[in-house]
C-alpha cells in the first residue's frame, strides 16, 4: 500500500512563478473570479497545487 504524502499549498508567489504572470494579476483574477482557486489561511492566501493545475489544463481547453 503506498502512504499519501500531502503537497503543500502554494503562495500566490509560488503560483506567480509556475504561470509565468504578474502576483497582482492573481489579485484580479481572483477579484474577477476567473482564476484559479483560492482560499484564505488566516490572513495568508493559499492555492492548492492540484487546483491551480487542473484550472490551468480546464484553460487549455
Keep these: 500500500m503506498k502512504a499519501r504524502t500531502i503537497e503543500q499549498l502554494w503562495t500566490a508567489e509560488d503560483v506567480s512563478t509556475f504561470l509565468g504572470v504578474p502576483v497582482s494579476t492573481l489579485y484580479q483574477w481572483r477579484y474577477r473570479r476567473t482564476g484559479p482557486r483560492a482560499s484564505r489561511?488566516?490572513?495568508h492566501l493559499r492555492y492548492d497545487p492540484a487546483d491551480v493545475?487542473?484550472?490551468?489544463?480546464?484553460q487549455a481547453g
Design 41 to 43: 489561511v488566516g490572513r
Design 53 to 58: 493545475r487542473a484550472w490551468l489544463v480546464k
